[in-house]
């Protein structure tokens, strides 16, 4: 060995060890500063440790939960997605699922999506298990967020000033005679640099008077202060005699809560109690109360991880007698979930129960949802946008026509991580000087389209020649949906081990992705269809079908008008036929609705899709046939009748019916001005470079016409075709759509 590599060892070997003994020390601190809570400076500590020794897993995994902790979603994406590739969520099984809770944070639902339906394939073997079912949901989710974040309410929202609001976190419990009452995590003393000096880093509750809008700067309550624990949560009893909120006490880095009570008479506080063991049951964790009136008893609402739960955090309640006896504690089951389920609060006008949640359709984090009590509680329905946001939206109340929520996201006061700490916004209806034009209510409609429903092969009315059914189409998509397991069985026939999963994977993801959403996207188009009604509209509909190619065209046409047949019987059917007299043209307030079908049959059909019958796996069972049979809702316009746009056609769909390949197809389209003024054609789309347009005039006289001709070469093309054109018209963003079809042999 030479001279040199002796030298080079002894100094590399005690650098090593060195290092290493750097590693842990860094590692040891780090675990010490997370379990305190003080996810900054461990952070940093992980930082440092995985500076020095990079190929850790171990390491990565933790500054990944530290920064998650810390609620630095961008960073945390990236390590969470590090540690996956590093061992596949072998070691760490929960890093492919936080990849994607990561990225769904951050508002990247696309990737989001597909980081889920990885972790779902993953997790597969354990289907009853919750990771499996986390990935499933949260598919879900970001199907309906991708859909729901083009729709924001029209309000004024805004971040409460810093009266109230610091870098560090505030919650909104409630607004009681004037006083908005809030907590705030505060350190007991802050550097200019805005180091923590103390380690006393609690949450007090405060109180903030409002007087015309202004809130003045907040107030300790000294009276409810306890110098070791941590306190917030509060809320008033229905006489305004009895303040109830949380006491906690830091263990580790997890908290251990309960309810207390205050009494407050005539400006003055005077004791505090605990509430006893049947609301703070030993060894769970209850906190969060909210006080309501339910079937006329005084109800204390609260959220708790006790035994008989859901999943985590569990929404209870319990009727108060006499101001301080409580009945037995009920679950609401209906809306708690494998999750958490936090900040109940209860709105005795409208008997609505508002609360957080991760579970249902979200946006990202914890989102408020609003449930309505009749003899039960119903359905969570989201908030929506900008209540809620891809960041955590917690600890929703109301007052009057102001809505407060609890928010981390981008636009907090902070400073160093945009997401690290929470402030309460406020929101405030619009005062709108004019209603909203027809055309941009229809705009609005718009946006949630195409809404895309499919069908099982050859349904509804299988082996018929019918164009119109008696099936509503929500019946046929029941019976669809309990074919799923028949559908994997057929689709994986033939293989085995891992591709036979795959396969039945594939095939629960097209149900998941394309059928259930599909029904998701049909009811909130209906409800905002149904709005636009009520208002007195008259609307046309395009309604457009598709089949797979397993059977010939003409028959293919006629079951695509069975389909969109099928959609017509689920509207005139809904709600006891609230959409009937509108498609029946007898409602009182002159709304319409008229369905206009385009069955394409089976010409946009994948050419790589099987039309074999007796290979049903493929023509049949498999994704790629499966996608094929579908109507799509694809616009939402006025009738042609309507006074604000200037001209129509008597007939937009002209088919040419049977021709062989290399026929030019001729058609004619006669335009209407049904205005008395002059209108003016600015000009002609035309998408498909095989059309040859001819426009007799550019202008039309006043409740004159012109001719539109249409010329279709078909060379080279095969099957069922339609073409279109759309015809500009001058100071109007709409267009008249014109179509030609035709079956080329």
């Known amino acids: ?309 859901e999943g985590g955090m569990d929404l209870y309640y319990s009727a108060i007698k006499n101001g301080n006896q409580f009945s037995k504690v009920r679950n609401i089951k209906s809306l708690n979930s494998p999750d958490n389920e936090l900040s109940p609060w209860w709105e005795n006008s409208t008997k609505s129960l ?69 402030d309460i916004f406020s929101s405030t209806p619009i005062i709108r000087l004019e209603e909203p034009t027809p055309r941009e209510t229809l705009a609005e409609l718009n946006k949630r389209l195409p809404v895309t429903l499919y069908f099982h092969n050859d349904c509804p009315d299988p082996k018929t020649w019918d164009t119109l059914t008696k099936v509503n189409y929500i019946i046929g998509y029941g019976e669809y949906s309990e074919m799923l397991e028949k559908y994997q069985k057929e689709y994986s026939t033939g293989l085995s081990g891992q591709k036979a999963e795959d396969a039945k994977e594939d095939i629960e993801n097209f149900f998941i992705e394309y059928v259930d959403q599909g029904v998701k996207d049909l009811e909130l188009f209906r409800d905002l269809l149904l709005e636009e009604l009520q208002k007195g509209l008259k609307i046309k509909i395009m309604v457009k079908g598709f089949a797979s190619p397993l059977a010939k065209t003409d028959y293919n046409v006629n079951l695509t008008k069975r389909r969109i047949s099928s959609l017509i019987n689920y509207m005139m059917a809904y709600d006891n036929g609230v959409f009937r007299p509108y498609i029946t043209n007898t409602a009182s307030n002159g709304g319409h609705i008229v369905f206009q079908g385009v069955p394409f049959g089976e010409y946009t059909a994948n050419k790589f899709t099987s039309d074999n019958f007796h290979d049903q796996k493929n023509s049949v069972y498999s994704r ?52 008395k003024e002059k209108v003016e054609l600015t000009g002609i789309d035309t998408p498909f470079d095989i059309l040859d347009v001819q426009l007799e005039s550019n202008s039309i006289d006043p409740e004159g016409s012109v001719v539109v001709k249409i010329s279709f070469n078909t060379t080279g093309y095969a099957g069922m075709n339609v073409k279109y054109i759309d015809i500009i018209v001058a100071g109007t963003e709409e267009t008249l759509r014109l179509y030609v079809s035709s079956e080329i042999e």
Request: proline residues 3%; hydrophobic residues 30%.
């Open 1 to 309: 060995m030479s001279r040199l590599y002796l030298i080079i060892a002894y100094i590399v070997v005690p650098s090593l060890v060195f290092g290493q003994g750097k590693v842990s020390t860094y590692l040891k601190h780090a675990e010490e500063k997370y379990k305190a809570g003080d996810y900054f400076y461990a952070a940093e500590l992980y930082r440092r440790a995985m500076d020095l020794d990079s190929n850790s897993v171990a390491t990565l995994w933790m500054y990944a939960e530290t920064l998650r902790a810390y609620k630095d979603y961008r960073t945390a994406e990236y390590y969470y997605k590090k540690v996956y590739e590093k061992e596949e969520a072998g070691i760490y099984p929960y890093s492919l699922l936080y990849w994607g809770l990561m990225q769904k944070q951050n508002g990247k639902y696309e990737e989001a999506l597909e980081t889920f339906k990885r972790a779902k394939k993953k997790y597969s073997k354990d289907k009853k298990g919750y990771l499996y079912l986390k990935s499933k949901r949260e598919i879900e989710s970001c199907l309906w967020a991708k859909n729901a974040i083009k729709d924001t309410a029209e309000v004024n929202f805004f971040r409460l000033p810093e009266t109230v609001n610091t870098k560090d976190s505030e919650f909104g419990h409630s607004l009681y005679d004037g006083k908005l009452i809030f907590s705030s995590l505060r350190a007991d003393s802050v550097s200019t640099a805005e180091e923590v000096y103390g380690t006393n880093y609690k949450t007090r509750l405060y109180s903030s008077k409002t007087e015309n809008g202004r809130y003045n700067e907040g107030e300790l309550i000294q009276d409810l202060y306890n110098e070791s624990l941590n306190s917030g949560n509060g809320t008033w009893s229905l006489d305004g005699k009895r303040f109830y909120f949380s006491f906690c006490q830091s263990d580790s880095y997890n908290y251990r809560c309960k309810i207390m009570v205050a009494y407050y008479e005539n400006g003055n506080w005077s004791s505090i109690d605990s509430l006893g063991e049947i609301i703070n049951e030993p060894e769970s964790n209850t906190t969060m109360p909210c006080i309501g009136e339910l079937d006329g008893m005084e109800v204390l609402f609260f959220s708790s991880d006790r035994e008989g739960g």
């Open 354 to 422: 508002y609360f957080s949640s991760s579970w249902p359709d979200n946006f990202g984090g914890y989102d408020v949802f609003s449930s309505l009590y009749k003899t039960q509680f119903e359905e969570p329905l989201n908030l929506g946008l900008p209540i809620n946001s891809p960041a955590n939206d917690i600890y929703y109340f109301k007052n009057k026509d102001t809505s407060f929520v609890t928010s981390n996201r981008i636009g907090v006061l902070y400073s160093k991580n945009p997401t690290c700490c929470s």
């Open 624 to 675: 790629a046939a499966a996608i094929e049979r579908k109507i799509e809702i694809q616009s939402v316009t006025y009738l042609d009748d309507r006074k604000d746009f200037p001209i129509k056609v008597e007939k937009a769909i002209q088919d040419a019916g049977k021709v062989k390949s290399g026929t030019v197809i001729e058609k004619e389209f006669r335009i209407q001005n049904v205005t």
